[in-house]
């Protein structure tokens, strides 16, 4: 068992190293890199589509990585909205470590690019405990998941600096409990910000791209509860033992609103989920 647990730990400390590098040199090529973490049919293909073409029509110059265990469907999609697209097929593997995303940018990502979105694997497990060397990682789920999903999986939840909700219009349809959502996430993520978005109607799209675009600019993200040393050492999904109410290390009180992601100042860098 404890062998078992010094292997992981050091796979993930070797990762880190590698997203370490990797984020600086993405900060020197002025490159925001944002980690897309969701399930699978949570619809982020369909919103990141959306994005890519707004961020083009405000000329952002933004690119693209989709990764998925087989097909190019999704890179395909992508790919409409007119930016450069890279798909990614991990083989069987659930989820895209530092030392991949390095490789694949290499001689690809074009000059400038000031936007690079990841879309990782659909899984909400493996990929939350791999530091990509994002500046920002956002976590989606859909109204169709069911409202206790960031308890099932806090990892993925409390390493976010942003979570977005995804295809709101269907949420009145389902019987989404919006409330119940907002407590289960700030159970797990205090003070995070919650985007309500819709790829059918375009629902905070713009909004999306305007948080992107701001940390790009310099704004300091939302800290997610979840530092990558904590998740290294305690493994996956584990829930932080803490209530509404409670008092952090901090100091600071657990919140239990739709807080602005841009309250607790930037972080070294974003927690390995």
Known sequence: MCRSVDVRTAVLAKNDSLAAQLRTELAERRVTAVNLLSSPGSGKTALLELVL????????????????LATENDARRLARSGAPVKQVLTGGLCHLESAQL????????????RLLFVENVGNLVCPASYDLGETLRVTLM????????????????????????????????????????????????PGVEILPTSARDGRGVD????????????????????????????????????????????????????APGHAHGRSTRPASA
């Open 53 to 68: 073409r707004r961020a083009r029509e405000r000329a952002v110059a933004v690119a693209a990585l989709t990764a998925d």
């Open 207 to 258: 909004i999306l791209l305007d948080r992107v675009l701001a940390v790009a600019d310099g704004a300091a993200p939302h800290t997610p509860l979840l530092a990558a040393d904590h998740l290294r050492h305690h493994g996956h999904d584990h829930a932080p033992a803490h209530h509404h109410g409670d008092a952090r290390a901090d100091g600071h009180e657990h919140g239990a609103t739709h």
């Open 142 to 189: 859909s109204v169709t998941e069911g409202e206790d999903k960031p308890l099932k999986y806090p990892t993925a939840f409390g390493g976010a600096h942003l979570v977005v909700l995804t295809k709101t219009d269907l949420a009145d349809a389902v019987g989404f409990d919006d409330s119940a959502f907002t407590t289960a996430v700030q159970r797990v993520n």
């Open 102 to 113: 390095r490789g694949l940018i290499d001689g690809w990502l074009p000059e400038p690019t």
